[in-house]
């Protein structure tokens, strides 16, 4: 097989054999341990536990999971199975889980969840979900964009802090994919010095960075040379906001917006397959997304963010991306409930979509002038993939 189509499972069938001990702790056994994160363990009362000494071997917790309990993010892909194979490997075999917790508040527009993993090589791995299925998941991922902190960053510090102070001795490292990068990174930021001095690495997969103000902080400058972001080629989620530190980019076999998904990602030996450029989408996503941000004062983007969900629950009456008529791509339905909004609200959104449009179009004619001739495929090709999801 190619390293053009392996991905995490083909590591772990051809590389699972091998203990932390024989082969490092590595970025794919990161991304292994975020992607478990997203499965729902709320059925096993004894994971809720933050002592160390009553964690549980992945396989113990396999045993009791059951197709109910399959992941909550966007992904069309089961993950159990996933778990179950790292639980049968020499690798994973002694690794333990212990930490789960899970906040779901819509009043406080907070989505929170995490697990944490003791590894063998006497490091503690946290690792926070990314956004699930619930609009005020998403929501409170665009709250980031205005907020100087949300509340499941905040959570996701004073987690760390107590899985750290739980693990005495233990070397911590920290991590997530999706908004999971996000908080991984916000919390390796905000924790107190002397557990700051404990982080051996924190790991932002493919999640939004962060406004300018906080890169300038002596917490985040502290932890900056332990923070490895991977971010796919064609990545839109991961080039949100800034990114101070330098991110590796990484080859996925799916296209556009889908190289988000995880288990995409091609993977070489124990890496990934690294790329020396984005592609031209990913440079297009990069200008147009930043600046349309930009274009709008945060003020501006609470009006907009607070308008835009309160059209899309109907006024609260709509909690999950389930629930949305058409899904994801029920445009025709939203543009319904758009006409019949207030003109106070009606107004945010259509202006926000404007400055978008126009950005796209700047960045359409930039990238023409600069020789990225598959720019606008790259978009097409972009909005395409969103209308299937």
């Known amino acids: 097989m190619s390293d053009k189509s392996s991905n995490v499972v083909d590591y772990l069938r051809w590389r699972g054999d091998l203990t932390f001990e024989q082969d490092p702790f590595n970025e794919v056994d990161n991304l292994l341990l975020c992607v478990v994160s997203y499965i729902n363990f709320g059925r096993i009362l004894e994971l809720r536990s933050k002592l160390p000494s009553e ?54 527009e907070m989505q929170f969840d995490a697990v944490s993993f003791l590894l063998p090589d006497h490091t503690v791995f946290a690792a926070f979900m990314g956004t699930d299925r619930s609009l005020v998941g998403w929501k409170e991922d665009f709250n980031m964009s205005f907020l100087d902190a949300v509340p499941a960053q905040k959570r ?18 920290l991590g997530g994919h999706s908004k999971g990068g996000n908080l991984a ?9 002397e557990l700051q001095r404990r982080i051996v690495a924190t790991y932002n997969n493919d999640g939004p960075g ?33 990114h101070a530190e330098n991110y590796e980019i990484i080859d996925s076999s799916n296209r ?15 890496h990934f397959v690294h790329q020396e450029r984005r592609s031209p989408l990913g440079k297009l ?21 607070e308008a835009l969900f309160d059209v899309l629950s109907k006024g609260g009456q709509i909690s999950s991306l389930e629930e949305l008529p058409g899904g994801l791509a029920g445009g025709a339905s939203f543009l319904r409930e758009l006409v019949g909004a207030e003109d106070e609200k009606k107004s945010a959104i259509t202006d926000g979509l404007r400055r978008l449009m126009s950005d796209v179009r700047e960045g359409l004619k930039r990238g023409a002038e600069d020789g990225l001739s598959a720019a606008k495929n790259g978009l097409r090709s972009l909005l395409s993939d969103w209308v299937r999801e």
């Open 185 to 193: 990174a916000w919390a390796a930021s905000h924790l107190p010095e």
């Open 55 to 108: 964690a549980m071997l992945l396989k113990d917790v396999c045993e009791q999971l059951t197709e109910e309990d399959e992941q909550r993010g966007l992904s069309s892909h089961a993950y159990i199975p996933v778990m179950r194979l790292m639980a049968s490997v020499r690798r994973f075999a002694q690794v333990r889980m212990f930490g789960y917790e899970s906040v779901h508040d819509e009043e406080r």
């Open 210 to 242: 962060f406004s300018h103000d906080l890169l300038e902080t002596d917490g985040y400058r502290r932890v900056a040379d332990r923070m490895i972001t991977l971010i796919p080629e064609s990545s839109i989620i991961g080039v949100l906001l800034e």
């Open 156 to 173: 996701a510090a004073a987690y760390s802090a107590e899985i750290a102070s739980a693990c005495s001795g233990y070397g911590l490292r």
């Open 285 to 305: 996503s990069d200008g147009v997304l930043r600046e349309w941000l930009h274009s709008m004062t945060p003020t501006e983007r609470e009006t907009f963010i």
């Open 256 to 270: 556009s917006v889908m190289q988000h998904e995880p288990l995409s990602w091609n993977v070489l030996g124990n």
